[in-house]
Nanobody
Framework: VQLQASGGGLVQAGGSLRLSCTAS????????MGWYRQVPGKQRELVAR???????NYADSVKERFTILRESAKNTVSLDMNNVKPEDTATYYC???????????????????WGQGTLVTVSS
């Protein structure tokens, strides 16, 4: 499963940005998709995650500012980032958890895939 992320760039504090990610390849289903971020020298952290039934989780630092959306039919997840802050500067990674195709098109082995990362820089 390949994940292609886009939408990163430079934005001023208080501005908005949208990240998008599309999964492609052969798989049975995707259970959840999400976004993590990482800055040099720190661990990768969860930003937001959404299940296949629309349940969401957000990091406390982005609640009320970021919104994760999913188009299951298109295997796409997006992250609307509003009122961004300099501390949101990081490389953002898209991730997907799902199942490979098993026998008779039943769910096979699980997988976790990561996109290549897209850099978001927020200037003060």
């Amino acid at each position: 499963v390949q994940l292609q992320a886009s939408g990163g760039g430079l934005v001023q504090a208080g501005g908005s940005l949208r990240l998008s990610c599309t999964a492609s390849g052969s798989f049975h289903s995707i259970s959840s998709m999400g976004w993590y971020r990482q800055v040099p020298g720190k661990q990768r952290e969860l930003v937001a995650r959404i299940s296949n039934v629309g349940d969401t989780n957000y990091a406390d630092s982005v609640k009320e500012r970021f919104t994760i959306l999913r188009e299951s039919a298109k295997n796409t997840v997006s992250l609307d980032m509003n009122n961004v802050k300099p501390e949101d500067t990081a490389t953002y990674y898209c991730t997907a958890f799902g199942f490979e195709v098993g026998k008779g098109w039943s769910p096979g082995r699980s997988f976790t895939s990561w996109g290549q990362g897209t850099l978001v820089t927020v200037s003060s």
